[in-house]
Nanobody, 124 residues
Framework: QVQLVESGGGLVQAGGSLRLSCAAS????????MGWYRQAPGKQRELVAR?????????????NYADSVQGRFTISRDNAKNTVYLQMNSLKPEDTAVYYC????????????WGQGTRVTVSS
């Protein structure tokens, strides 16, 4: 069973930055596409960034972002540490949400049970 533990959230002013981390247990991590999701109050959970098993694009890997975060967020991973990161810059109030990580399933949904998430609040 894979366990996912997110951290790094907090309260930040608009325009600020945060770096989220997700530690995953289990050997499946390094063979999986990992994603960061978020769920804002009253909204469905959405996938905001994904990174393939091979992180380097020059080595055939892929990284994708939702249009709403493109150019502001950067996803990365450290397979040796079973950890995926989300660097969030130029934060906006509409980025306020609980952020989760998960293995990305074929339809874009999270594959394993969700962790507790980490809350990000961006004040205007």
């Amino acid at each position: 069973q894979v366990q996912l533990v997110e951290s790094g959230g907090g309260l930040v002013q608009a325009g600020g930055s945060l770096r989220l981390s997700c530690a995953a247990s289990g050997s499946i991590f390094r063979f999986s596409t990992m994603g960061w999701y978020r769920q804002a109050p009253g909204k469905q959970r959405e996938l905001v960034a994904r990174i393939s098993m091979v992180a380097r694009i020059s080595s055939g890997g892929s990284i994708n972002y939702a249009d709403s975060v493109q150019g502001r967020f950067t996803i990365s991973r450290d397979n040796a540490k079973n950890t995926v990161y989300l660097q969030m810059n130029s934060l906006k109030p509409e980025d306020t949400a609980v952020y989760y990580c998960n293995v990305v399933g074929a339809d874009g949904s999270g594959w394993y049970p969700w962790g507790q998430g980490t809350r990000v609040t961006v004040s205007s």
